[in-house]
């Protein structure tokens, strides 16, 4: 029989092997991108993809710049549980802001598979009080002991 005790260590555990996971895989998104055939050239291929939706191409051009860098960013944030709670929101809405762009094109396929990042960030971001194996959880524990020495 498994123990209360045992039972949580087990969901910080998948908490973090999933936080991780996410992380790494948004993280090198982003690499790939800027290290690959290189953030313009991405950003040029794929905004041809847009042509035909409502989204202006200037616009669109300067999103899909910016993304590899804020995928690379926040897929470090995540894969280290530094910021966590900000990290996992942003990229919700930066995933959120993707399925409205493929949406936009039509592409029910990479909409299912965005969907399902979606809802990766979801049950990371609801399940925060899970995260033990982190930066954020270490600098929690070293601030509330340096708080109880103090005081």
């Given amino acids: 029989m498994t123990s209360a005790a045992g039972i ?10 999933f ?3 996410l992380g790494i895989n948004i993280l090198l998104h982003g690499l790939g991108r800027i290290f690959g055939p290189g953030a313009g ?26 993304l590899p860098f804020a995928e ?3 897929g470090a944030l995540i894969t280290l549980g530094l910021f966590t709670r900000w990290a996992l929101t942003l990229g919700g809405l930066l995933i959120a802001a993707l399925v409205f762009g493929t949406a936009l094109r039509s592409d029910w396929n990479t909409v299912g598979l965005q969907m399902i990042y979606a809802i990766a960030y979801y ?6 009080a899970d995260d033990r194996f982190s930066i954020d959880a270490w600098l929690s524990r070293w601030r509330s002991r340096s708080a109880a020495f103090i005081l």
């Fill in 8 to 17: 949580a260590l087990d969901r910080r555990l998948a908490y973090g092997v």
């Fill in 19 to 21: 936080r991780i996971t």
């Fill in 41 to 66: 050239t991405f950003a040029a291929k794929t905004a041809g993809e847009f042509t035909g939706t409502a989204l202006p191409g200037a616009l669109t051009h300067l999103f899909l710049l910016v």
């Fill in 72 to 74: 690379a960013t926040l």
């Fill in 123 to 128: 049950l990371l971001l609801s399940h925060l």
